[in-house]
């Protein structure tokens, strides 16, 4: 990739146009159709040029993606709400679009590229929304800066400490949403593949991964594959550091705006979420059934129930 980026539609990017395995009404049939579109740059202060994807007018929604993913998994979500809100995705360092490099891979870091995004954009005041590692970012930056220059804080599905301390109870445990004792197996069992069984990583999120039954996600899968070429070498260097933290004292003391969380029957964390909503001040829980294709990508699988949803919490906010 060739810095920095200025406002390139997505066809620029792009040997030729990408065509959807599905035809969804209402949605682009290849990805050069999503008239205003459009992908940028700029370069964090340990100069590291980050990516970011926008679409539309209004008051600013800002998600931060989860590990390994980027703004081409938006595509979707995108078109739907930049009809209401000046929509922007971050790729997050050595992922998606964004440079790959050796240094800054921890969750403070990535929560510092955060913040001086939100200054290069120039906003007040934004919405925000993490989905899974892009949820413990944001209670980093909110530990680091607190929530000045956050309107509303969206979380889709993260457990606020994916380790579990051998001396924790099971409440404990389920509280926490810790589903491994052994953060560098559970490391390769994401990075490479390497098979592992459920008292390493007690969760289904790989398996979830892979189910291509929902056309949205089969298509924004097809298009991040054209898009982005990963290296998990460099997506992989965050991972101890994400795995390691615990989150709990900041989304219990620390977290005093409006607050929605999105989780669902297939979560393997579900536990967790519950005592988020009960620990944030007004906090709203949604919980998708399997049959809403409730699981950790929920937000891909189905954006039309998710766009509709966050649009009800926000406008009330």
């Known amino acids: 990739m060739n810095f920095p980026l200025n406002k390139r539609s997505i066809t620029s990017l792009l040997d030729q146009d990408f065509t959807f395995p599905h035809d969804i009404e209402g949605h682009p049939t290849r990805a050069g159709d999503f008239d205003g579109l459009s992908i940028s740059s700029f370069k964090t202060s340990d100069q590291v040029n980050l990516a970011y994807w926008e679409a539309g007018d209004g008051a ?10 980027n703004g081409a998994m938006y595509f979707h979500l995108m078109h739907i709400l930049s009809k209401h809100y000046h929509v922007y995705v971050l790729d997050v360092r050595n992922q998606g679009l964004s440079e790959k490099v050796a240094h800054g891979n921890r969750i403070a870091r990535y929560a510092m590229d955060v913040k001086e995004f939100a200054d290069h954009l120039q906003l007040d005041k934004a919405h925000f929304c993490g989905w899974s590692m892009g949820a413990s970012i944001m209670w980093a930056y909110i530990d680091l800066f607190g929530t000045h220059g956050i309107r509303t804080l969206s979380i889709i ?4 400490s ?3 301390h051998a001396d924790w109870s099971e409440q404990e445990r389920l509280q926490a949403g810790a589903f491994t004792t052994s953060p560098e197996r559970m490391i390769a069992s994401y990075a490479t593949m390497t098979p592992c069984n459920k008292l390493v990583s007690a969760n289904g999120v790989l398996e979830r991964a892979m189910n291509l039954d929902s056309p949205y996600y089969h298509n924004i899968i097809g298009l991040a594959q054209h898009m982005v070429h990963d290296d998990m070498a460099f997506a992989a260097r965050v991972l101890f550091d994400h795995t390691t933290n615990d989150w709990r004292d900041v989304i219990e003391s620390k977290i005093d705006v409006p607050t929605a969380i999105f989780s669902g029957d297939y979560s393997d964390w579900l536990e967790s979420q519950r005592w988020m909503a009960s620990v944030i001040d007004g906090a709203v829980l949604h919980v998708y059934g399997k049959a809403e294709e409730g699981d950790h990508f ?5 954006p039309e129930k998710f766009a509709r949803d966050l649009r009800a919490f926000l406008d009330k906010a």
Do not use: R, T
């Open 162 to 164: 994916i380790y579990c």
């Open 298 to 302: 929920l937000a891909f699988k189905n």
């Open 60 to 69: 600013p929604l800002v998600f931060i993606p989860g590990w390994s993913a």
């Open 157 to 160: 599905d993260q457990a606020p």
